[in-house]
């Protein structure tokens, strides 16, 4: 079997949510410029005990946090207008941004991709929602060194309307049908995988 690793992080696409209840988005946009994405999930354990021995594990998943990290989304009128959106942020009529301390977010689904050895992944993360951003401002030395643009994030599960599935997103691989259109939308449609049965099982249940 070929050995695989992934490599690094690219192709970061942000879709705002229009509505939480139905998972409809907008179009994905790309965010050039990705330095790194952390993302560390929140899974609760507990075991209740009766009869003196444990009498029930149950985990239950609860989404996650981390830190987007870029180097620029602010070079473009377009951009800053996503980020505002997303941060909540608002462009004023004159074209600057105003640092708004009452304006709600919007939710998004976030996709991003791992590049691979063998095979490459690509990761969507249905509902999400961004934080104001951190930076380091440093004066120029003998190694010029770009602004870095950290934003912490969270991630929530949702439940997949046409089928109760609940899930924090979906990954896909090379090879997989929708890896080459992965970021031309968000796509909800996840089913479970059923068991099929053989053709001479199927022979054998008809006799």
Same mark, same amino acid.
């Given at each position: 079997?070929? =050995?695989?690793?992934?490599?690094?992080?690219?192709?970061?696409?942000?879709?705002?949510?229009?509505?939480?209840?139905?998972?409809?988005?907008?179009?994905?946009?790309?965010?050039?410029?990705?330095?790194?994405?952390?993302?560390?999930?929140?899974?609760?354990?507990?075991?209740?005990?009766? %009869?003196?021995?444990?009498?029930?594990?149950?985990?239950?998943?609860?989404?996650?946090?981390?830190?987007?990290?870029?180097?620029?989304?602010?070079?473009?009128?377009?951009?800053?207008?996503?980020?505002?959106?997303?941060?909540?942020?608002?462009?004023?009529?004159?074209?600057?941004?105003?640092?708004?301390? %009452?304006?709600?977010?919007?939710?998004?689904?976030?996709?991003?991709?791992?590049?691979?050895?063998?095979?490459? =992944?690509?990761? *969507?993360?249905?509902? *999400?929602?961004?934080?104001?951003?951190?930076?380091?401002?440093?004066?120029?030395?003998?190694?010029?060194?770009?602004?870095?643009?950290?934003?912490?994030?969270?991630?929530?599960?949702?439940?997949?309307?046409?089928?109760?599935?609940?899930?924090?997103?979906?990954?896909?691989?090379?090879?997989?049908?929708?890896?080459?259109?992965?970021? %031309?939308?968000?796509?909800?449609?996840?089913?479970?995988?059923?068991?099929?049965?053989?053709?001479?099982?199927?022979?054998?249940?008809?006799?």
């Amino acid at each position: 079997m070929a =050995r695989n690793g992934f490599f690094g992080v690219k192709n970061s696409h942000f879709a705002i949510c229009t509505d939480e209840d139905a998972l409809t988005y907008e179009d994905p946009v790309h965010v050039a410029g990705t330095v790194a994405i952390s993302m560390e999930p929140t899974v609760e354990t507990a075991t209740s005990y009766a %009869d003196n021995e444990p009498w029930l594990d149950k985990q239950q998943d609860n989404g996650g946090s981390g830190t987007m990290s870029f180097y620029d989304t602010e070079s473009t009128a377009e951009l800053r207008q996503l980020i505002a959106d997303l941060v909540g942020y608002e462009i004023a009529q004159d074209g600057r941004t105003i640092l708004s301390a %009452d304006r709600t977010p919007k939710k998004f689904a976030f996709m991003c991709e791992q590049p691979g050895h063998v095979l490459g =992944r690509r990761r *969507c993360l249905l509902m *999400c929602q961004l934080s104001k951003p951190t930076q380091e401002l440093n004066t120029v030395q003998d190694t010029p060194e770009i602004t870095q643009l950290d934003y912490p994030f969270t991630w929530r599960p949702v439940t997949i309307p046409s089928t109760d599935i609940r899930t924090s997103g979906y990954d896909s691989f090379t090879g997989l049908a929708d890896y080459a259109t992965f970021f %031309d939308a968000v796509n909800i449609e996840l089913a479970h995988k059923t068991e099929q049965k053989t053709v001479q099982q199927t022979g054998q249940n008809q006799s």
